[in-house]
């Protein structure tokens, strides 16, 4: 048994930021998102945890167990609030403030370079897949039939899009070098993030409980998951 | 083929090219083949020639990233200020010559969300200090005219603004030079007409030596001095643009003459009278010229 505190802790502090930040209505999405998953687990393990002998109901040849039904409640109880700390993380933060500070904090430029261009680079790729599709409809290729057929308009898709990508990356490149990329001086920061001493103390102490928790865990003291 | 002496080659431009031959990575010919220009501060040399002539290739040799970047084999020498490329890092040469490309979504960095902010990316990679940067972003957005630009996202801006917008972030970095690779060759009229005027100002007020190749011999007509013909890597004519652009030879170059040029042509083998073909060029002319729309509406 994985147990109900850690998750419930975890969602109990998602559930604070997100009342306090006010972003309970944009998390829908998150807790839509992780439906499938929670919906899965539930019944793998509700009907075919091993070993469990607590049968509550049969469905034909499957026996719902209470056994499985607790570890499926505990592990979805996991995703959710692990789904949910994902989603404080990402609506709370905006990616260039991140990208800043991570910059500021040392961090090389070109990791933060790739982090940032992939981030930006989704829309355009979304941009130009709509108008790949659009150009192999006007040549006739059926993107809005069965399934198979739309598999079978994948390929076409797929190639003006990786070729175009890589031919990006190649230009966007000596691009880069042409606007002095690889200099060695350290990167200028022209948008510093505010950082009061609250949120520093917050930081280090949500830093220090988590090696404490680890430590403790592995020490035997708290039973880990 | 034209070859007068108005380019004077070799003597002492801001950026110089003497015996330049230059061969891409694993390829067997020279893309580059014995080349010798020179453009000085203050004046434009204008790059024509059909495609696969090896334009873009000087355009890249030009500002230092070939072979600096992009590799290969370079020989003869290239002189940006007077200092070889051939000893300098990738980001030094940058910072003498700046470079535009053909398509200015390749050139942005992608990661800005505010015009301001991508012209500043160059200079905040050579780790300028943040009141300088602010004064080479805004002289910069200042030189092309789109400071109402700054606030806007470059991924959202027509094909002019965005093509102003990376030259810009070209002309952050200060360089004396400027290598431009068909810089219109995505744009309608009027984005072709706004990089126009801001190549003539770039010579004009900052005395930047410009290299531009392009197709669109009127744009060239409009804003160069001088003029060089490639093929096949090699010069085949040199001389005031006016000569260069007038040779009965380049259309078998594949490059069109300006409008002015075909129009004199056709009219002096329609055997209209000169004064008439004299006074047709000059209407022709007023057209051209910027506003030139507006007073013939």
């Keep these: 048994m994985r147990g109900w505190t850690g998750p419930l802790v975890v969602l109990a502090i998602v559930v604070v930021t997100a009342t306090v930040t006010r972003i309970g209505r944009a998390m829908r999405p998150f807790v839509l998102a992780t439906i499938p998953l929670i919906a899965s687990i539930l019944l793998v393990n509700t009907f075919l945890y091993p070993g469990a002998e607590d049968v509550l109901f049969r469905l034909g040849p499957l026996a719902a167990t209470g056994t499985g039904l607790t570890e499926a409640l505990q592990a979805g109880l996991r995703v959710v609030a692990f789904a949910l700390s994902v989603a404080v993380f990402s609506l709370t933060t905006p990616t260039d403030d991140l990208l800043a500070d991570l910059e500021r904090r040392g961090v090389g430029r070109r990791g933060v370079f790739v982090v940032g261009s992939a981030i930006r680079t989704i829309p355009r790729m979304a941009e130009r897949a709509g108008e790949i599709v659009e150009a192999q409809r006007a040549r006739g290729l059926d993107t809005e039939g069965s399934w198979l057929r739309r598999i079978r308009g994948i390929l076409p898709l797929a190639g003006p899009m990786i070729l175009g990508a890589v031919t990006d990356v190649e230009e966007r490149t000596v691009a880069l070098e042409a606007r002095a990329f690889s200099a060695p001086a350290r990167r200028t920061v022209i948008r510093p993030i505010p950082d009061s001493p609250p949120e520093r103390a ?4 949500a830093g220090l409980g988590a090696v404490t928790l680890v430590v403790l865990g592995i020490a035997g003291v708290l039973r880990l998951p | 083929m ?13 950026l110089t090219l003497a015996g330049v031959r230059y061969q891409y990575a694993g390829a067997s010919d020279w893309a580059l083949d014995g080349v010798d220009l020179s453009v000085e501060a203050g004046r ?15 355009a890249l040799v030009a500002s230092g990233l070939a072979p600096l970047a992009v590799g290969g084999r370079l020989e003869g020498s290239v002189l940006l200020g007077g200092h070889e490329t051939r000893g300098l890092a990738a980001h030094e040469a940058a910072q003498r010559c700046g470079i535009l490309f053909q398509n200015p979504s390749t050139q942005l960095s992608g990661t800005a969300h505010t015009v301001w902010e991508e012209v500043a990316f160059g200079p905040r990679n050579v780790g300028l200090g943040l009141a300088e940067i602010v004064e080479r972003v805004e002289g910069s957005l200042a030189a092309l005219r789109i400071e109402h630009l700054a606030p806007r996202d470059p991924a959202r801006l027509s094909g002019g603004q965005a093509q102003l917008v990376a030259l810009a972030s070209v002309l952050a970095l200060r360089p004396r030079c400027l290598a431009l690779d068909e810089p219109t060759s995505q744009l309608d009229p009027e984005g072709t007409r706004l990089v126009g005027e801001a190549i003539r100002r ?10 531009v190749t392009e197709h669109k011999t009127a744009l060239l007509e409009r804003v160069a001095d ?8 090699t010069v085949v004519a040199r001389g005031t643009v006016r000569e260069v652009l007038d040779d009965p030879e380049l259309v078998g170059l594949g490059v069109d003459p300006p409008p002015a040029v075909r129009l004199r042509r056709a009219l002096a083998a329609a055997g209209v009278p000169a004064d008439v073909r004299g006074r047709a060029l000059a ?15």
Excluded at chain 2, 226 to 233: E, H
């Design chain 1, 202 to 205: 917050v930081r280090w102490i």
């Design chain 2, 2 to 14: 034209t070859n007068t002496a108005a380019d004077r080659p070799l003597e002492g431009g801001l």
């Design chain 2, 44 to 58: 434009v040399l204008a790059v024509v020639g059909p495609n696969d002539a090896g334009k873009s290739t000087l």
């Design chain 2, 202 to 211: 770039l010579a004009g007020d900052l005395g930047s030596a410009i290299l």
């Design chain 2, 226 to 233: 001088t003029a060089i013909a490639l093929r096949d890597g």
């Design chain 2, 283 to 297: 209407a022709l002319t007023t057209l051209d010229a910027p506003g030139g729309a507006e007073a013939r509406g």
